[in-house]
Nanobody, 119 residues
Framework: QVQLQESGPGLVKPSQTLSLTCTVSGGSITTSYYYWSWIRQPPGKGLEWMGAIAYEGSNYYSPSLKSRTSISRDTSKNQFSLQLSSVTPEDTAVYYC???????????WGQGTQVTVSS
């Protein structure tokens, strides 16, 4: 059973960088042919895919967020991380990490973590 757990600050100030980590257990992030995604849901809105890192380390980003988003991984810790720069209150959302066989189909999700952007 694969489990994902998001961690990171729940409050970030405007213009700063949001940093979250997803710790994976029960499976390796290097296992073919999975994609490890970050997805968010702002209050009252739908899910938004932000980007992913593939099993071999390739990155994929949403065009609308690409200029501010970076996804990396630490294979020794079986973790992957999200950095979103220059945040505004519009980046307030529940942030999820997920595993999928593509960047749009997911079979395992983390429980989600609330991040609020506020001064």
């Amino acid at each position: 059973q694969v489990q994902l757990q998001e961690s990171g600050p729940g409050l970030v100030k405007p213009s700063q960088t949001l940093s979250l980590t997803c710790t994976v257990s029960g499976g390796s992030i290097t296992t073919s042919y999975y994609y490890w995604s970050w997805i968010r849901q702002p209050p009252g809105k739908g899910l938004e895919w932000m980007g992913a890192i593939a099993y071999e380390g390739s990155n994929y980003y949403s065009p609308s967020l690409k200029s501010r988003t970076s996804i990396s991984r630490d294979t020794s810790k079986n973790q992957f991380s999200l950095q979103l720069s220059s945040v505004t209150p519009e980046d307030t959302a529940v942030y999820y990490c997920a595993r999928g066989v593509t960047t749009t189909q997911y079979d395992y999700w983390g429980q989600g973590t609330q991040v609020t952007v506020s001064s």
